[in-house]
């Protein structure tokens, strides 16, 4: 298994732009989320999903949208960057049922906005 | 509210010492899971370990060792006889029943010095 895959691994942006984030898992997992991490804050909740079709904000979803078409991807979309989003985002996984509550992280994305 | 302080910011040791990684907690369920998870400098996310509320039997792993109180909400972290390669920030997590994602301490940075 290749586990989390997130893609690209850094990208440039430049205020203004928009551009989608890519995350894929081939464990089979329901559960999928994004997370934010900013020095200094540990990591926050963007936005996650619990299976194909259903999703839902997260502690700091504003100027990002996600969709949830199959189990195993689940992108994350900006939609005007600002340097306030200049950040490492990282992607999770996790089962439903008895061994839900272990989430399995991506190497994750490093973002810089200018 | 879910809360989780990790008050040592960062921590400097040399090799072979033993260091102990504090983390508190705060939540209101009595059902709940916490977490470690570690980052080396690659800037991945790798699961420690996971211990349940209502499991609080300390775990050795190796060189690590875990030891959960419920009665001071705490979930500390040891490392015995330290290695470079331990150098990393490690990060406790809490999550409960009632929400989607983990709830972060902002980490601790341990440096291992030879």
């Known amino acids: 298994n290749a586990g989390v895959t997130q893609t690209p691994k850094f990208q440039v942006l430049k205020t203004g732009q928009s551009m989608t984030l890519q995350c894929a898992q081939d464990m089979n997992h329901e559960y999928m989320s994004w997370y934010r991490q900013d020095p200094g804050m540990g990591l926050r909740l963007i936005h996650y999903s619990v299976g194909a079709g259903i999703t839902d904000q997260g502690e700091v979803p504003n100027g990002y949208n996600v969709s949830r078409s199959t189990t195993e991807d689940f992108p994350l979309r900006l939609l005007s960057a600002a340097p306030s989003q200049t950040s490492v985002y990282f992607c999770?996984?996790?089962?439903?049922?008895?061994?839900?509550?272990?989430?399995?992280f991506g190497p994750g994305t490093r973002l810089l906005v200018l | 509210a879910q809360k989780v302080t990790q008050a040592q910011t960062e921590i400097s040791v040399v090799e072979k010492e033993d260091v102990t990684l504090d983390c508190v907690y705060e939540?209101?369920?009595?059902?709940?899971?916490l977490f470690w998870y570690k980052q080396p400098p690659s800037g991945e996310l790798v699961f420690l370990i996971r211990r349940n509320s209502f499991d609080e039997q300390n775990e050795i792993s190796g060189r690590y060792s875990w030891n959960f109180q419920k009665s001071t909400s705490s979930f500390n972290f040891t490392i015995t006889a330290s290695q470079v390669v331990d150098s990393a920030v490690y990060f406790c997590?809490?999550?409960?029943?009632?929400?989607?994602?983990?709830?972060f301490g902002s980490g601790t940075r341990l440096q291992v010095q030879p």
């Open positions: 999770a996984s996790s089962y439903r049922g008895q061994r839900q509550e272990t989430q399995y």
């Open positions: 997590a809490l999550k409960d029943t009632g929400r989607r994602a983990l709830t």
């Open positions: 939540t209101r369920d009595t059902t709940y899971y």
